[in-house]
């Protein structure tokens, strides 16, 4: 009878946490003033608003607060040495928080401005330093979404936003998944709808010479190279580079990840499913439930596991739009591993491969050394 008194408690408990943080559906397309204006007084008051963008959904706080930046990394349990992405409205807004604006920042400012490319720039003083992780420089975009932009002028003009999910964990492209990672830590989510890319901007190092590619987005090397000329690729995309002091979100620490063990799967289609089926017939064999995730075009060709869609390789967005989704997927299944096929895509397989690497903690298998 205690233990029943005991657990009764315990709901109740949990219940009032829940009440903590609100829900409020938001139409893009009609946008209510009045919501909008609610929540950018929390976001002027220090306090914190998830939101979405075109990208994914971000956590937002007043950049230019150093207590309200120190909560985000405390709701998120983020590493206080990753710096955040600074979010504006206007493009005479990028001149405040900057020493100076680059004429290729202008550029491409001009080309791919509202949408998902974050520029890196020397940052002035207004701009604390728990807000840039320490850095000298700081991370700044300006969202396409209009529920993101408005909340931005409502919020001030300046807010700081990385995505709304607790550190390492997936990145959260529906409301719902704001709520199953954040709830009773923030107190408002604006619930947007699904976002429409599903993978986080491009960002791109323009302090030094050459501007530098720290994170592969929709915005493309080439894209990029189109508008301004020479760019590189840093190293530490496709090598951990643990040494080093992140100079924007996702480059130092394990991301996207989901709870089960991941493992990617790479070589040619016909041999990637042979070893896949392999490896999830093993783990059936110890009692153990394999997650698969496989393109449109071979899901079929599975035998064992709990096989998930991902999208179809002759349109690529669909991968990376259904990326995080599908993790959570697979969490909810109980799945004890994860095998993926390697989605090496024409135009933005960098930037899918850059996530799935990091939620697999790096563990890859060539499907022919299983020969």
């Not at 109740?12 to 609100?22: Q, W």
């Not at 189109?226 to 480059?251: F, L, N, Y």
């Not at 089926?277 to 075009?297: P, S, V």
């Not at 995080?324 to 697979?330: A, D, F």
Request: net charge neutral.
């Amino acid at each position: 009878m205690r233990k029943d008194i005991q657990n009764t408690a315990e709901i109740k408990r949990i219940e009032e946490i829940k009440k903590t943080t609100e829900i409020i559906k938001v139409n893009e397309a009609c946008l209510d003033d009045a919501v909008i204006r609610r929540a950018g007084e929390i976001i002027r008051a220090g306090g914190l608003v998830a939101f979405p963008t075109e990208t994914v959904y971000g956590l937002g706080a007043d950049a230019l607060q150093a207590q309200a930046a120190e909560k985000i990394y405390a709701a998120k349990g983020r590493p206080s040495d990753n710096p955040l992405i600074v979010h504006i409205c206007r493009m005479e807004d990028l001149e405040k928080i900057v020493t100076q604006v680059p004429e290729q920042a202008r550029k491409l400012a001009q080309a791919f401005w509202p949408g998902p490319l974050t520029m890196i720039l020397n940052k002035n003083d207004c701009v604390p330093d728990r807000t840039t992780g320490g850095l000298a420089s700081v991370a700044v975009r300006m969202p396409a979404n209009r529920i993101a932009l408005a909340l931005i002028r409502s919020g001030g003009g300046f807010i700081a936003a990385p995505s709304a999910n607790l550190s390492g964990r997936p990145s959260p492209t529906l409301a719902e998944h704001v709520w199953e990672d954040l709830q009773g830590r923030i107190p408002l989510i604006l619930d947007g709808g699904a976002v429409g890319i599903g993978i986080e901007s491009t960002i791109a190092d323009l302090t030094g010479e050459i501007p530098v590619i720290l994170r592969p987005g929709y915005i493309t090397m080439e894209m990029l190279a189109g508008v301004i000329g020479q760019v590189r690729i840093d190293p530490g995309i496709v090598d951990e580079a643990s040494g080093i002091k992140p100079k924007a979100p996702g480059m130092k620490y394990k991301h996207y990840a989901p709870k089960a063990e991941m493992v990617l799967v790479e070589g040619k289609p016909q041999q990637v499913v042979w070893a896949i089926n392999r490896l999830a017939a093993a783990q059936e064999a110890e009692g153990k439930k394999a997650g698969i995730i496989a393109a449109a075009e071979t899901a079929d060709c599975y035998r064992h596991g709990f096989v998930v869609r991902i999208g179809d390789r002759g349109n690529e967005d669909t991968i990376a739009h259904n990326l995080y989704r599908i993790l959570r997927e697979l969490d909810k299944s109980g799945a004890d591993i994860i095998y993926s096929e390697s989605f090496s895509t024409p135009r933005i397989g960098q930037a899918i491969m850059n996530r799935m690497l990091k939620a697999a903690g790096h563990q890859v298998i060539q499907a022919e050394s299983l020969g």
